[in-house]
Each structure stands twice: as structure tokens, then as C-alpha cells.
């Protein structure tokens, strides 16, 4: 006979708790804990590339309907994508970098190669090293070359935007007297925009003072989304993205 309850104290129901129930609520658990580490990752943002630097192939078309396809029934195809292979090349102290993909070459000079603290003035073993990228853009064949300088975040954000654009335009004029009144240059000061390492320490700083030279590969160097004849240099607000503040 079940027990009386006490007067005043509410009726409690007691349901027997079997292995079934403890599977499912332990499958519910894990389903739940799943789905938010996927969450979390998609909130994760990618790296940041200054304009003009992203030159990824256009995705393939793909027939859904195509007989080749096997898919189970309800089942879609995930949008197609190219995956652009990269080859990174890093000298041991990191003062000189070059990235391969699909479509270009990224050559990235750190600032202390080139020139001396908080100047746009090149030192004597400077020229050797764009010498040297000047005929890999030769031999490539390219037409375009872009120039883009970055500092660090130290100092005012203004005095960053003219001290990276000053010195991308003392490497253009290394590299273009070698190369030909056919190539055209973008030439462009962007300061602290577009880090490559984190700017808490001073070897992020290091790396993030530096000037990038880009050019495509091979046939692709003889067109250029939103290229044009001559030179696009930084003297204008057109051609220069807001800089800002650094250090050499």
C-alpha cells in the first residue's frame, strides 16, 4: 500500500528510470555538445589581405544533374570551390619570404632589410635583393607588379601611412628600370592595416614591418583585374589605402 501523503505537502509522482531513458538522454547530451563546437568554429575569422591581393580561380561548374553522380536520395552537392595550393618559402631569420599559388607570387621583404629605423631610405644590400625579385618577374613573364607597404602599429596612424608609402615607392624604383616601360606598378602605402602576426610583440612587430611585391604567374602576369597602362602609384587618396600609425 503506498504511503499516505502528509497533509499540506504536494503529491509527488515517481516514474521508474529505466536503461533506455539514460541512453537517450546521454545521446541528447552529446548531440547538444557537438553542435556548439561547430558554432564556435564557424565564428572563427580568417586573415585579412589587402585589396587586390586575392586572385583565386573561379570555382568549376557541376552538373547536379550529371548520371555520374551518385548521391543517396535527398542528398545535394556542396557548393564547388577551388582550392588554391601554397607554397611558403621563409629564410631562417625571416627577413625574406616568398609565397607560390596557383596564380601568383608574394614576395614580403621585412622593413630592417631594406632600410634603417623610421626611414624610407634604402640601404647598400637592399638592391641586391630586388634585383633578384626583378628577374623572377621577368622570368614569369608578368605585366603587373603590385608594391604595398606596412608598418607596424606604433607611432600615429598618418605617420604609418606615409612612411609605408614612401617606402614601397624607393622599391619600385629599383625594380622598374629593370623590367620595362610594359609593366605596370601599384604602388601603395597601408600601415597598419593588414597585419601578418600579432603587433603585442616585437617579433610580430618585425614581421609586420615590411614591403610585399606581387605578381602572377606566368601567362596570367598579361591581364590584371582593374589594371591599366603606366603607373598607379600612392601619391592619391584613389591609389593609397589609409595607413597608419608605425615604427620601421
Keep these: 500500500m503506498p504511503p499516505t501523503p502528509h497533509p499540506g505537502t504536494p503529491a509527488t509522482l515517481t516514474t521508474p528510470v529505466t536503461a533506455t531513458g539514460l541512453a537517450l538522454a546521454a545521446l541528447v547530451l552529446a548531440l547538444g555538445t557537438g553542435a556548439g563546437a561547430a558554432v564556435a568554429d564557424d565564428a572563427d575569422p580568417g586573415p585579412s589581405l589587402p585589396p587586390g591581393s586575392v586572385t583565386s580561380q573561379a570555382p ?6 550529371s548520371p555520374g ?3 543517396e536520395d535527398g542528398a545535394t552537392l556542396a557548393p564547388a570551390k577551388v582550392l588554391d595550393i601554397k607554397s611558403v618559402v621563409e629564410d631562417l631569420g625571416g ?6 599559388t596557383n596564380v601568383d607570387v608574394k614576395f614580403a621583404l621585412q622593413a630592417e632589410v ?3 629605423k623610421d626611414s624610407a631610405r634604402l640601404n647598400p644590400r637592399a638592391q641586391s635583393r630586388i634585383t633578384a625579385i626583378a628577374d623572377e618577374i621577368k622570368a614569369q613573364g608578368s605585366t603587373v607588379v603590385r608594391v604595398f607597404g606596412f608598418t607596424d602599429d606604433l607611432g ?3 605617420h604609418g601611412k606615409e612612411l609605408s608609402r614612401k617606402r614601397a615607392e624607393a622599391v619600385h624604383k629599383v625594380l622598374a ?5 610594359e609593366v605596370t606598378f601599384q604602388v601603395r602605402g597601408y600601415s597598419e592595416d593588414y ?24 601567362e596570367e602576369g598579361q591581364e590584371s583585374p582593374g589594371s591599366g597602362s603606366g603607373e598607379d602609384s600612392g601619391d592619391g ?10 615604427s620601421p
Design 60 to 65: 568549376p561548374e557541376v552538373d547536379s544533374a
Design 69 to 71: 553522380l551518385r548521391l
Design 95 to 100: 627577413e625574406e619570404r616568398r609565397e607560390d
Design 114 to 116: 631594406l632600410f634603417a
Design 156 to 158: 600615429t596612424y598618418e
Design 177 to 181: 628600370p629593370g623590367l620595362g616601360p
Design 195 to 218: 597585419p601578418i602576426a600579432e603587433n603585442s610583440s616585437e617579433e610580430g612587430r618585425r614581421k609586420n614591418r615590411r614591403v610585399e611585391i606581387t605578381f602572377p604567374r606566368g
Design 237 to 246: 587618396d584613389a591609389n593609397e589605402a589609409a595607413g597608419s600609425a608605425t
